[in-house]
Each structure stands twice: as structure tokens, then as C-alpha cells.
């Protein structure tokens, strides 16, 4: 092989790496170690941060906390003039309307979900909710209270909102706390 022939093929290799070194540098230039290491978002240990430094990203996740802080009163606001503006009181006469249209339509439920099915305990719990008054007294059953479980998981404030309203029968983060410290956490759903 001559020489003029080897340089072909380390040309043709360098140009085949180029736009992915270009990118790389391009990268390292927009973030320099410096700024890099003071973002929140950063992934680099406190212990190799000097105490300047982390005194910027602390300032910056506090400002980033703050401005997440009032994204959610902006939208608990928005939601809560929708609700007030849009929202229609129930009274008692119209709760039990709605109870016996529940009942006489719980066999089509019934036949329409297997028995089970999270969405027919889903309705035979709300079912049970609706025609108690009072929900201390509520057996809840052990699926429905792992979905809860999990939507507290997602959002404890949202799952509150949601259960205040009343719309749908929820049992109370107490009792949700319960039943957490009383079975035992595994990977994976039973």
C-alpha cells in the first residue's frame, strides 16, 4: 500500500467521524466545566463542587423551586376559578338520583367488566361509597386502595383535591398511611 493510498483511507475515515466531533465540541463549548457543575440539573458530586460553586447551584435550585412553586399556585388558581365558575353543586335529592341511576345501571356495569376487574371494583366501590353516610364507616377493598395508594404517589396534593370534591369517594391519606406502614414495600405489583 502506498502512501498516497493510506492517506485516502484515513481521510475517508476522518470525515466519517467529523460531524460527531464537531458536535462534541460544539457541546464542550456551550458548557464549560465551570457553569456545568453550578446547574441544577447537573450530575457532578458536591465533593468535587467548590464551596463558591455550590453556593451558585444552591441559589439556582431555589430559584428553580420558587418559579416551580408558583407554576403550581398559578394552576391550583386556574382550576380552582374553573371549578367555581363551572362547577355545579349537588344537593341531597339530586345525590340520591344519581345513587339510584348507579344501582339500576350496576348489572350493565357488572356484565360489562369481569368480576375482579379493577373496573368493576372500581364501581362496586364507589357504589358502597355513595350509599353510606358516613365514609369512616367504608370497608375499602385492597385493589382500590393500592390505586390509591399510587395516585397519592404521584401527586399527595392532587389525590387531596380529588377527594375533597367529593365526586369521586376516596379514603383519607390517614388511612392511606396506614396501610403503608403495614405491608411491607416490593418491587413489582401484586
Known sequence: MTSDENSGQRYNLCTSYRSTLRALLSRHEKHDADTSRTDPSSHASFSHVSSPEKCIRYHREHQLRVAYQRQVNNLQMKLQAATEERGISVDSSQHDDLLQIMQDNAEAVCEAHLSGSFGRVFWETQMKAASLDDA???????????????????????????RETGTIKLPSQRMLRDYTYH?????GQR
Open 136 to 162: 369512616r364507616h367504608m370497608r375499602w377493598d385492597p385493589v382500590m386502595v393500592r390505586w390509591c395508594l399510587y395516585l397519592r404517589h404521584l401527586s399527595s396534593s392532587a389525590y387531596e383535591m380529588i
Open 183 to 187: 405491608t411491607k414495600a416490593v418491587v
